[in-house]
């Protein structure tokens, strides 16, 4: 019988030394370079001002009440995403590997994003982006991505920073969840808003920063009678919680027993929200400046994604005072911010496999850290690197973490019926008490939102392709690829244990760990 986490385990399970190690790293893991580059160009593009009441309506009736359910799931059951849900039912075993599978396709390339971050800060503290022409071109002459099909023409400049980024997360890694993960959020976290501000305070005096301002806030409340802007607003806040792909329930399975669950998860999903608006605001701040230097419109020069972080933002510092300064600060915040999400997003993998298998933390760490490492090194650091880093991100984001999250809600909800105890579980460590309109958010507003959003997608993909890249590229690094993630997820979910995985036994006590 499935024995909730209130029972007297015994020892065993790493755990947070305390609950605000727990906060950090959540925030950490939240806070990633989605809300730096992306977030700015979403409001911007979908009523500016506007934007923030869908926005708000959607971190409450879905960001924070997912976050309240995934919590809850960790906490309860005491595993990683495919041991909590065997808890919670042997079959839904599988739909926690399909997260695992999900987190380690995200992983192999969102590392080789810190590593083109990583040189484009030494390109910034050595003056390489010294004139708009050198800065236009940097992010090409780096990659050197003019392959959209395919290829393994390596380019040794990604290389090289690509794997000193996974030596470096697999040490911090190693050092388990309180001496690495947390200690690591702990500083950067902190680190990273601190270099965050800086980087605003100095965009906010630039020339034409009011003007960039005026462009993101300006409401456009006509947007609001427009379903695609509601949708975006939640797809924003899916993306940025790091919702659907298991790492808040690995994080929370970490917890002590008597954890303020439900305060815990508001800190975490008004902090990210914060940082949010705190990167719109730095962003469209310098995108004024460019667009009063160049005298054309704020939208002529706003972007998202690539193109704001490496092609866009290093123009600006190009014509700035004190632009190599100004560079350096931007390109070590999106280190700190990548490295506090890849730590979680590989954790989420090492906890599965140890709980699988039985296997000790440095053990576990190098297998899924070398696995990781291949895979990225073999694919992204290549001449189409950016073309298979762009059809992987948007299958992953789009249809993966998507399918994921509305796949978990519906089997939690509706077919396991286990949402009333899940409630009762949080009300009984947490001083926020949920009720009725936590169960319709989760049960009901949420899976409704993310099939739309999931079939609108299949759709739009199927009827119009994915850029312009070529068939194979889409159907084997698209397609293929989140279909195969379903299969093996099934099939893991079949193979043993290595000891019974039907009870909880963990323990507030448990701070001996396996090592």
């Known amino acids: 019988m499935t024995q909730p986490a209130d029972a007297d385990p015994s020892p065993g399970r790493e755990v947070w030394s305390r609950r605000s190690v727990f906060i950090?790293?959540?925030?950490?893991?939240?806070?990633?370079?989605?809300?730096?580059?992306?977030?700015?160009?979403?409001?911007?593009?979908?009523?500016?001002?506007?934007?923030?009441i869908p926005y708000l309506v959607a971190l409450l009736t879905a960001g924070i009440p997912l976050l309240f359910l995934y919590y809850s799931i960790g906490h309860r059951f005491k595993g990683s995403p495919p041991l909590a849900f065997r808890r919670m039912s042997k079959r839904a075993e599988g739909l926690g590997w399909w997260q695992v599978g999900i987190c380690f396709i995200i992983a192999v390339y969102y590392a080789v994003i810190i590593a083109w971050a990583a040189r484009f800060a030494i390109f910034s503290a050595k003056g390489d982006l010294s004139s708009p022409e050198k800065a236009g071109d940097a992010f090409g002459n780096l990659t050197k991505s003019d392959q959209t099909s395919l290829g393994f023409d390596y380019v040794a400049g990604v290389a090289w920073p690509l794997l000193i980024t996974w030596v470096v997360v697999i040490a911090i890694l190693a050092?388990?969840?309180?001496?690495?993960?947390?200690?690591?959020?702990?500083?950067?976290v902190p680190v990273l808003v601190v270099l965050f501000i800086a980087v605003v305070i100095r965009a906010l005096l630039l020339d034409g920063a009011g003007e960039g301002l005026n462009s993101l806030f300006t409401p456009d409340w006509g947007a609001l009678t427009d379903s695609s802007v509601w949708i975006a607003a939640y797809g924003q806040i899916f993306f940025s919680l790091s919702v659907g792909f298991g790492i808040m329930i690995t994080y929370s399975s970490y917890l002590k027993r008597k954890t303020n669950l439900t305060g815990a998860g508001l800190v975490v999903g008004f902090s990210n929200s914060a940082f949010e608006i705190l990167a719109g605001i730095g962003v469209f701040a310098a995108l004024g400046y460019m667009a009063a230097v160049q005298g054309v419109p704020v939208v002529d020069v706003?972007?998202?994604?690539?193109?704001?972080?490496?092609?866009a933002f290093p123009t600006i510092i190009s014509t700035m005072w004190g632009g190599s300064v100004f560079g350096l600060l931007f390109f070590i915040s999106l280190i700190f911010a990548g490295i506090t999400s890849l730590v979680s997003i590989i954790e989420v993998i090492i906890s599965a496999v140890r709980d699988k298998t039985g296997m000790r933390r440095v053990p576990a760490t190098i297998?899924?850290?070398?696995?990781?490492?291949?895979?990225?090194?073999?694919?992204?650091?290549?001449?189409?690197?950016?073309?298979?880093?762009?059809t992987v991100d948007h299958f992953a984001n789009e249809f993966g973490i998507v399918g994921a999250a509305l796949t978990s809600v519906v089997v939690v909800t509706w077919l396991l019926r286990k949402l009333p105890q899940q409630r009762d579980h949080l009300n009984g460590v947490s001083s926020f008490k949920l009720g009725w309109i936590w169960m319709a958010c989760v049960g009901v507003i949420t899976p409704i939102v993310l099939a739309y959003m999931l079939i609108d997608q299949i759709i739009d993909t199927v009827q119009?392709?994915?850029?312009?890249?070529?068939?194979?590229?889409?159907?084997?690094?698209?397609?293929a690829l989140q279909i195969a993630l379903i299969v093996i997820a099934v099939a893991v979910g079949f193979t043993r244990w290595h000891k019974s995985a039907d009870q909880v036994i963990e323990s507030d006590d448990a701070v001996a760990v396996r090592s």
């Open 367 to 390: 297998l899924v850290g070398a696995a990781a490492t291949i895979v990225s090194m073999v694919f992204f650091p290549t001449r189409s690197g950016v073309s298979v880093l762009d």
């Open 24 to 52: 950090l790293a959540a925030i950490g893991s939240a806070v990633g370079l989605g809300n730096i580059w992306r977030f700015p160009y979403v409001a911007y593009s979908n009523g500016g001002g506007a934007f923030m």
């Open 302 to 311: 706003a972007d998202s994604g690539i193109g704001l972080a490496f092609v």
């Open 464 to 479: 119009n392709g994915y850029g312009d890249y070529g068939g194979g590229l889409v159907a084997g690094f698209g397609w």
């Open 175 to 188: 050092f388990g969840v309180q001496k690495g993960i947390g200690a690591t959020a702990q500083f950067f």
